[in-house]
């Protein structure tokens, strides 16, 4: 499953982790994402949502 925001659409971005002797290898910032019970299209429903659309108040969090 890819680590993908349902609500933003936001990714995982990618860049290179430098060692104290600049060694180059690449990896990767994954969005902190939660499972969340919340409303969409009237219904509830479980998605997947980073957690600065949770505290933005983009989810609307089903009871």
């Known amino acids: 499953m890819a680590r993908v925001c349902e609500v933003c659409g936001r990714g ?3 860049g290179n982790k430098i060692s104290h002797a600049h060694n180059v290898t690449k ?3 994954n969005v902190n994402l939660q499972t969340v019970h919340a409303i969409v299209k009237g219904a509830a429903k ?3 949502v980073c957690t600065s659309c ?3 108040g983009k989810v ?4």
């Open 12 to 14: 995982p971005r990618f």
């Open 27 to 29: 990896r990767r910032w």
């Open 46 to 48: 479980r998605i997947r």
């Open 54 to 56: 949770i505290r933005s």
């Open 60 to 63: 609307q969090k089903a009871a």
